[in-house]
């Protein structure tokens, strides 16, 4: 068994109780690979913000779990060699089975997460607690759910959304023993998170998404002060991203994403932690795309994994600063 901590990692136990406090959100982005993973922590290093590395299952199988520990290993160091010894959490993001997270806990994750959120009520807390009492034996956090999230993005899917009951919360906290806990007030997963006829359309015609339930993480809140909620299936689906992939070659329709002054004010409040994936995947696949269609005869890796993985650190740079709040807050 390899211990997180000898990786130089940490679980997100204080970086949560500070987030609360301090109205911001910790970032969790998913990789799959390098570029992706260089551009996560040079943004975090340069705006020194926390950070939660998050592996799905899907990326889990696509990059070896014992390459993913080295590659942990690796990114404390590249943050200590860029100067800022950032926190960093490695986590599985919906574990699917008590098999599938005990692996990660026992090959370096710091956090996992174990998704009962579509089984019934009675099966998702005994599956939930079984994850915990085997995770916090070694120190290591445990993140559930409640409630389903609509949309597709690797194993994880469903067509409609079923919205966390407050009611439940306070029961399943206390039966599982969970860490944090993820809810479902509207967002959803994937780059086609609603349909043209769930929104409205603004002066400029562009699609406009409901507003989130504010109402029920309010209710939750109520239930579990101060307690450490996530929010899955949160990227933002930047339209000029979406364009550059249509322009060059690309057919995304109607993609809209959750609007980034939702995302702010849910982050100051119990939301620590908000799940961004499908925007690193337009933002690489748009810069991909497009330098291969404005230069065919290219075939050297680098000259367009570079810009897209620039591409990327500006994006989540930004994502710091401006919409989770977590700049700065890295040495808190």
Known sequence: MTSYKELGLVNTRDMFKKAVKGGYAIPAYNFNNMEQLQAIVQACVETKSPVILQVSKGARDYANINLLRNMARGVVEYA???GCDIPIVLHLDHGDSFETCKECIDNGFSSVMIDGSH??????????K?????????????????????GIEDEVSSETSHYTKPEEVEDFVSKTGVDSLAISVGTSHGAYKFTAAQCTRNADGILVPPELRFDILKEVEKKLPGFPIVLH???SVPQEYVKMINEHGGKLKDSVGIPEEQ???????AVCKINIDSDGR???????????????????????????????KEMYMHKNKYVLGSAGHALD
């Open 233 to 235: 299936g949160s990227s």
């Open 80 to 82: 200590h060699e860029l």
């Open 282 to 312: 337009l933002a690489m696949t748009g810069t991909i795309r497009r330098i291969l269609d404005e230069k065919p005869a290219e075939f050297d890796p680098r000259k367009y994994l570079g810009p897209a993985r620039e591409a990327l």
């Open 263 to 269: 995302l702010r004010k849910a982050a100051k409040s």
């Open 130 to 150: 079984k994850v915990v009492d085997y995770a916090h034996q070694f120190d290591i956090t445990v993140e559930g759910e409640l409630g389903v999230l609509a």
């Open 119 to 128: 089984l019934p009520y009675e099966e998702n807390v005994a599956l939930t």
